[in-house]
């Protein structure tokens, strides 16, 4: 079975920095990209960003964080990265990580969670004012 297990999330105050992790764990697959998408309370999940080696390396970012948030990836260690930077109390949410197959037969789009095959459990973040 696939897992993605995120890691990283906290309490900090707005203008602090985090980062958040998110690695594999269980049965091993080939990925072609993995996205950071976020659920604050009372609202509908978003993108946030995405990172896709297809090819040339290829990142995306929703414009509420593009500047602050940059996504990466650490190949030798199996990991995503979102670095948070400047964050602001409206960043407030469960962050989660999802990964798409290489084999996928989804559409992909990398801001909509169909693009995705797994996904993990969440890690909350909480910005104080």
């Known amino acids: 079975q696939v897992q993605l297990v995120e890691s990283g999330g906290g309490l900090v105050q707005a203008g602090d920095s985090l980062r958040l992790r998110c690695a594999p764990s269980?049965?091993?697959?080939?990925?072609?990209?993995m996205g950071w998408f976020r659920q604050a309370p009372g609202k509908e999940r978003e993108f946030v960003g995405a990172?896709?080696?297809?090819?040339?390396?290829?990142?995306y970012y929703a414009p509420s964080v593009k500047g602050r948030f940059t996504v990466s990836r650490d190949k030798a260690r199996n990991t995503l990265y979102l670095q948070m930077n400047g964050v602001k109390p409206e960043d407030t949410a469960v962050y989660y990580c999802?990964?798409?197959?290489?084999?996928?037969?989804?559409?992909?789009?990398?801001?909509?969670?169909?693009?995705?095959?797994?996904w993990g459990r969440g890690t909350q973040v909480t910005v104080s004012s």
């Open positions: 999802a990964a798409r197959s290489t084999y996928s037969s989804r559409t992909w789009t990398y801001n909509t969670e169909s693009a995705y095959d797994y």
């Open positions: 269980g049965r091993t697959f080939s990925r072609s990209a």
């Open positions: 990172f896709r080696w297809v090819g040339d390396v290829e990142t």
